[in-house]
T-cell receptor, first 112, second 114 residues
Framework: TQLLEQSPQFLSIQEGENLTVYCNSSSVFSSLQWYRQEPGEGPVLLVTVVTGGEVKKLKRLTFQFGDARKDSSLHITAAQPGDTGLYLC????????????FGQGTTLQVKP | DTGVSQDPRHKITKRGQNVTFRCDPISEHNRLYWYRQTLGQGPEFLTYFQNEAQLEKSRLLSDRFSAERPKGSFSTLEIQRTEQGDSAMYLCASNPGGLVKTQYFGPGTRLLVL
């Protein structure tokens, strides 16, 4: 069974601080996606990474896929209150269906 | 491209009642997925359609749950004889297939079973 472990589960920081969220597994994933979800809404895609070692940047967000495609990280620079939300990593596994395996999420609160 | 839509957005029902949710995927996306998300957790896969064919079902999908995608476009998820443990957010996602890995999610239907 493929599992994704996210850490930390909760993070409360002040505006302007930097943070990193980790997504780890003992399994290899063909791709990994990061989503942000607000209460009562569906997840909104931030990025998809498919190549081991890949780094993608989205404004203040930097995403990295591990060389072995078993782990990923999300780094936010100078966090803002608008970054508050639930961050989810999701891996595309070995199934031909393309179903996603999700981590349990990291709840981020950025205080002004 | 209007995105994935789901209806209703919220549903409150009494235990034992049947409920049905609808998902309209992004036009021409042949892959459609249903997930369930409980509070404080990530979504869990329920079932997958490629066009009208239901190709995979999770063990989470008990025999009280049934999903259809009759014309390969919209999909419905029905829960019969609802239980309080069915209370969750039900999410639908679509994907164009092929080499594209990204799934696009709808806003979800939040179900509360009293």
């Amino acid at each position: 069974t493929q599992l994704l472990e996210q850490s930390p589960q909760f993070l409360s920081i002040q505006e302007g601080e930097n943070l990193t969220v980790y997504c780890n597994s003992s399994s290899v994933f063909s791709s990994l996606q990061w989503y942000r979800q607000e209460p009562g809404e569906g997840p909104v895609l931030l990025v998809t990474v498919v190549t081991g070692g890949e780094v993608k940047k989205l404004k203040r967000l930097t995403f990295q896929f591990g060389d072995a495609r078993k782990d990923s990280s999300l780094h936010i620079t100078a966090a803002q209150p608008g970054d508050t939300g639930l961050y989810l990593c999701a891996g595309g596994g070995s199934s031909n269906t393309g179903k996603l395996i999700f981590g349990q999420g990291t709840t981020l609160q950025v205080k002004p | 491209d209007t995105g994935v839509s789901q209806d209703p957005r919220h549903k409150i029902t009494k235990r034992g009642q049947n409920v049905t949710f609808r998902c309209d995927p992004i036009s021409e996306h042949n892959r459609l997925y249903w997930y369930r998300q409980t509070l404080g957790q990530g979504p869990e896969f329920l079932t997958y359609f490629q066009n009208e064919a239901q190709l995979e079902k999770s063990r989470l999908l008990s025999d009280r749950f049934s999903a259809e995608r009759p014309k390969g476009s919209f999909s419905t998820l029905e829960i019969q004889r609802t239980e309080q443990g069915d209370s969750a957010m039900y999410l639908c996602a679509s994907n164009p297939g092929g080499l594209v890995k990204t799934q696009y999610f709808g806003p979800g239907t939040r179900l509360l079973v009293l």
